[in-house]
């Protein structure tokens, strides 16, 4: 079918004419003058951030297909504002029309409800009622001929929702619209194909940084307000601490643990345990790494099987002595006769909470997490911003607080609120807040089952619903300047609306709430202030609650947004503890301006803020947030920031940066370099030895002539010694020296030709289109890493080209091909280096012998080694073993940058 993209009057079957009211974004323009090819396939798939107008993308290409519709949401606030675009949007009067229905069981020209309605009706405990419940409802839908199905965020599929959104879709065959601004791109390959079976392939994917160069999204900042555990919290955690450090010393030199260890029969004979050994490799390391840190001599079949020498055994640390107990407590062989020792360790370590299920936990107590991530000092960083924020901006002030639980203990019903705020949660923000009363300071609270409002606005909201009965409300008890609304049954979303009106009209200036009620779908553009004070650390929510800050606001053309982050520092962990590491990972998923001293340019990560990476030692709480306020202070230099960094480019290309493991001192071409100048200058004190010794003989004839017997044959003696201990230990270091730059390698200078032969491998295999203008490009970075990136791929192509890319340039895990790359240094000395083939060229030998070849084309010489065969389980064994004892191998992490 195909649609004229100028054609905005539609009166083909729609019940009535319909028109967008306003001029298109240009995102959204584009992809409206392309709708038939990206139709092509039946399926339109658009990636955006929040507040870019997908919702409103999505009502024009159903109206323009022009066949009644099925619209899916997440939840309830988000079906609802399908629903209120649709009739504000694009009808001339702004009603609602009698063909548009929220209820599946009654489905109309424009049907909108949620996935959780669509898995209930099609759901029921009897097999054959649910066969003929699904059966009722596809009969519904084909009589009202719905041709069109519009899935709105649908990375929030569960399972069961999956299973039956797809019965719904193989029985209609319809046209598809996916949008969502969180594409699942960290699942596994078979996770991405079940998605894009539903949603079809990304069709555009617009990031925000393109969306803030046209002026769809504000400018804004993430700041990070940084707190140390309270009084008691802090007792807790050193407690916590000592318990580590004491059990880590105590098992690491537990003989009963090393003999136990060392009697299980891989162990014993290593050699006729190679299977075993290849699937629990982790397991039989960390038990010679245990055995090795307790004196025990390894023998040389245990130390062959790994093809290490004695002195690279790696060092004992708690992560490899976790490894080794889990194997210990949990292996189902081999410890029989251990099994009362076992049994009292199992019980010792869940006793002191270091064992949860089947997982051992010696580098963090469990209980570390939940005190930091719920610490009361953040609390009251939260009273800290919004004083600092109430400050800045007065009347002007847009707060939401976001956090998890509603904590309704805290509202009691006396006289008096003197509680102490001793949890994190809705009310107990509220309490705080109330408690420091602020001028101009507005408070609101808005949750699923508690609303709050000044009582001044009680008024402002009985004008917001004029054709309403009045909603009922009652004053709190310890303070009648506020009141609580008690909306009746059926009138819940209606509050919702009506708070955010509220909101929106300065009533209310500071609004407290869940994340699941306002985290996502809610929409409120005049928002300039956003605190996350949630625990939430994934990708896919973190993003959606962020995305509520960043809307501009029509008539407000100056608008920026802060973005609150909250963090309780851990003083005994020099990285900063869990809650930052938490912080970390939710910052891979953030891309923003970076903050003075660095120059405005776009990155992502938390280092744009200038928080240290985890490999330096974090400085106390108030030393970081000095200038994060400083800054803060001054909203017009973050517009200013955002102009200067957007000039560099035009678009957000994802990368692959290579980089040395995160425990070198310095990068890997420095520190190749620096093997070889250490070679030279150990070459140089050999040689300075054997002039010790030529001198000897000289003195030695010098004293015939002097005849200073005494004197000179003590010197000839310590020059002779002095001279034989430099031989041994320079000539070691030498060979160490040399040896490691000769087996090191720099990959750096191939990640080009390696991308392009895994680019021809992909085409092939018809993962990424063939001989499409696709190019794969690297190039080295001042720190010495290298990043490529693939130009002219889709989201998709892109997103399969870097990870698969990443497979290759990791260390090897248990692939099922690996490549033996074959080079030679100086065309003299032979170097071996070994990639994986990536999973998905490596289900046929088909697949794998064509990645070699391409491998052999653009790369050098190979050889295609198979590891599921005895031989070549031992070669995977052997290099496996080499690579835990180094921390030279390559490490490769996706980022994105501007350009």
Same mark, same amino acid.
């Given at each position: ?24 974004r ?35 290409v ?28 694009f ?15 009654q ?6 409800s949620?996935y959780?309605?669509?898995?209930a ?5 009897d097999?054959?009622?649910e ?8 009969a519904r839908l084909?009589?009202q ?5 519009v ?22 065959t ?52 940084f ?38 029969p ?20 960390a ?17 062959a ?31 029989e ?44 960083s ?9 400050a ?9 607080v976001?956090t998890?639980?509603?904590r309704r ?12 705020l001793?949890?994190?949660?809705v009310?107990?923000v ?39 009965p ?10 009648n300047a ?6 009746p ?5 209606e ?31 005049c ?12 990708f896919?929510q973190?993003?959606q ?18 973005i609150?982050h ?10 900063g ?35 240290p990476?985890?490999?330096?030692a ?26 200067t ?59 015939r ?31 160490q ?20 032969a895994?680019l ?5 295999g ?24 693939? +130009?002219? $791929?889709?989201?998709f192509?892109?997103? @399969?080209?870097? !990870?698969? /890319? #990443?497979?290759? *340039?990791? %260390? ?16 003299l ?26 491998w ?10 198979f590891t599921?065969? +005895?031989? $070549? ?5 052997? @290099?496996?073993? !080499?690579? /835990? #004892?180094?921390? *030279?191998? %390559? ?9």
């Open positions: 079918m195909k649609f004229a993209a100028e054609n905005l009057l539609l009166l083909m079957p729609l019940p009535a004419p319909v028109q967008f009211k306003f001029p298109w240009g995102y959204q323009q584009r992809i409206l003058e392309e709708l038939d090819d990206h139709l092509a396939n039946d399926h339109l798939h658009v990636v955006a951030p929040p507040g870019s107008g997908k919702t409103v993308l999505g009502l024009e159903l109206c323009r297909l022009g066949e009644p519709a099925l619209v899916l949401a997440p939840t309830l606030t988000i079906r609802d504002q399908w629903v209120q675009r649709f009739c504000e949007l009808l001339a009067d702004g009603t609602r029309p009698e063909w548009l229905s929220t209820n599946l069981r489905p109309d020209w424009l049907t909108v949620t959780q309605a669509l898995h009706v099609c759901t029921n405990p097999p054959a009622v066969a003929a419940e699904t059966a009722a409802l596809i084909r009589e001929g719905v041709r069109t199905l899935l709105d965020e649908a990375h929030h599929l569960q399972n069961a929702w999956w299973r039956s959104l797809m019965r719904i879709k193989e029985a209609l319809p046209t598809v619209v996916g949008l969502t601004a969180t594409p699942p791109y960290d699942v596994s390959a078979a996770e991405w194909k079940r998605y894009c079976e539903l949603n079809g392939p990304v069709d555009a994917e617009i990031t925000v940084p393109e969306l803030v160069a046209a002026g769809d999204l504000c400018p804004h900042q993430d700041y990070v307000c707190s140390e555990p309270t009084g008691s919290e802090g007792q807790r955690l050193h407690e916590l601490h000592e318990l580590l450090r004491a059990e880590y010393a105590a098992m690491r030199h537990d003989p009963a643990l090393a003999a136990a260890l060392a009697s299980h891989a162990l014993q004979a290593p050699h006729d345990h190679l299977d075993w050994i290849y699937g629990q490799l982790p397991s039989f390391a038990s010679l790494i245990v055995l090795h840190a307790q004196g025990r001599a390894l023998h040389p079949d245990q130390l099987v790994l093809g290490v020498e004695p002195g690279d055994v790696p060092p004992l640390t708690p992560e490899w002595l976790e490894k080794a107990l889990g194997f210990y407590l949990f292996e189902p062989t081999g410890f006769a251990h099994q009362a020792h076992r049994r009292a360790l199992e019980k010792h370590l869940r006793q002191r909470g270091l064992l949860t299920g089947r997982r051992v936990t010696l580098r963090f107590h469990p209980q570390l997490d939940q005190l930091l991530g719920a610490s009361l000092s953040k609390l009251f939260i009273g800290r911003i919004v004083e600092f924020e109430q800045a901006l007065g009347a002007e002030l847009r707060l939401v976001l998890d639980y509603i203990e805290f509202m009691p019903a006396t006289p008096t609120n003197e509680l102490p001793n949890r994190l949660g009310l107990p509220f309490e705080l807040l109330r408690r420091q009363t602020q001028p101009h300071q507005r408070l609101g609270v808005l949750t699923g089952s508690v609303v709050i409002v000044p009582t001044s606005a009680l008024s402002a909201l009985l004008a917001a619903a004029p054709n309403q009045p909603l009922p409300s009652q004053p709190l008890p310890y303070d506020y009141s609580v609304v008690l909306p049954a059926g009138r819940q979303t509050l919702v609306g009506l708070v955010t009106q509220l909101f929106e009209q300065g009533d209310i200036t500071t609004l407290i709430g869940t994340k699941a009620l306002l985290g996502e779908g809610w929409d409120a553009p928002l300039n202030t956003l605190v996350l004070a949630s625990f939430v650390g994934s896919v973190s993003n609650m962020r995305g509520r800050a960043i809307r501009t606001q029509a008539g407000q053309s100056e608008k920026t947004s802060h609150w909250l963090a309780c520092l851990d003083p005994h962990a020099s990285a503890g869990p809650d930052l590491a938490l912080l970390r990972r939710r910052f891979q998923a953030f891309v923003g301006v970076a903050l003075p001293p660095q120059a405005p340019g776009l990155a992502e990560g938390l280092g744009r803020l200038g928080v990476p985890a490999t330096e974090v400085p106390p709480a108030e030393t970081l947030n000095a200038p994060t306020f400083a800054h803060a202070l001054d909203r017009p230099a973050l517009s200013r920031r955002w102009q960094a957007l000039a560099a480019g035009s678009q957000l290309v994802p990368q692959l940066r290579v980089r040395p493991d995160f425990e070198l001192p310095e990068p890997l071409p420095r520190l190749r370099r620096l093997y070889l100048t250490r070679t030279l200058a150990y070459l140089l004190a050999e040689l300075s030895c054997a002039l010790l010794l030529f001198a000897e003989q000289a003195l030695n004839v010098l004293a002539f002097t005849k200073q017997k005494h004197s000179v044959a003590e010197l000839l003696l310590l020059l002779k010694i002095g001279a034989v201990v430099g031989l041994v230990m320079f000539g070691r270091r030498l060979w020296a040399l040896r490691l730059y000769l087996t090191y390698r720099d990959i750096g200078r191939d990640v080009e030709p390696i991308a392009q895994l021809a491998a992909l085409g092939r018809g993962l990424v289109r063939a001989g499409a203008g696709l190019t794969a490009v690297a190039e080295r970075e001042p720190d010495g890493s290298v990043t490529c990136s693939l +130009l002219g $791929g889709t989201a192509e892109i997103s @399969v080209f870097l !990870r698969n /890319l #990443a497979e290759i *340039l990791n %260390p090897l895990d248990n692939p099922r091909y690996v490549l033996e790359r074959q080079s030679t240094l100086w065309r000395v032979p170097q071996r280096d070994y990639h994986a083939v990536p999973e998905e060229l490596a289900r046929t030998k088909k697949d794998a012998e064509h990645f070699a070849h391409c052999h084309q653009r790369v050098g010489s190979c050889r295609l080694i599921r065969t +005895l031989d $070549g389980r031992q070669e995977l064994l052997r @290099v496996r073993g !080499r690579t /835990l #004892a180094t921390a *030279l191998a %390559p490490r490769a992490e996706e980022r994105s940058r501007w350009q």
